[in-house]
Nanobody, 118 residues
Framework: QVQLVESGGGLVQAGGSLRLSCAAS????????MSWYRQAPGKQRELVAV???????NYANSVKGRFTVSRDNAKNTVYLQMYSLKPEDTGVYYC????????????WGQGTQVTVSS
């Protein structure tokens, strides 16, 4: 099992910044991709950013140039640095880890609320 704990959410004004953290514990070997998703009220959960164990990253078009995802493998932690926040970035942000040992297992954190006021 893998446990994921997110932190760093909060209330911020439009144009502000936040940094989210997601710490993984438990059976963490063979975790390849760690991702951030978000879910706004009344909307489906959507992918925000991905960081693979090989160092590659990918972003949703809506956050490119404003968000940066990074991993500290020594701390088993993935970060999401968010700049130039907009009201439409509001939602619950979830961390997801994918661990492949023959089969791929997926784990989710409990989520952290990000609210951007206009």
């Amino acid at each position: 099992q893998v446990q994921l704990v997110e932190s760093g959410g909060g209330l911020v004004q439009a144009g502000g910044s936040l940094r989210l953290s997601c710490a993984a514990s438990g059976i963490i070997f063979s975790i390849n991709a760690m991702s951030w998703y978000r879910q706004a009220p009344g909307k489906q959960r959507e992918l925000v950013a991905v960081a693979t164990s090989g160092g590659s990253t990918n972003y949703a078009n809506s956050v490119k140039g404003r968000f940066t995802v990074s991993r500290d493998n020594a701390k088993n932690t993935v970060y999401l640095q968010m700049y130039s926040l907009k009201p439409e970035d509001t939602g619950v942000y979830y961390c997801k880890a994918a661990r492949t040992v023959g089969t791929t297992y997926v784990y989710w954190g409990q989520g952290t609320q990000v609210t951007v006021s206009s």
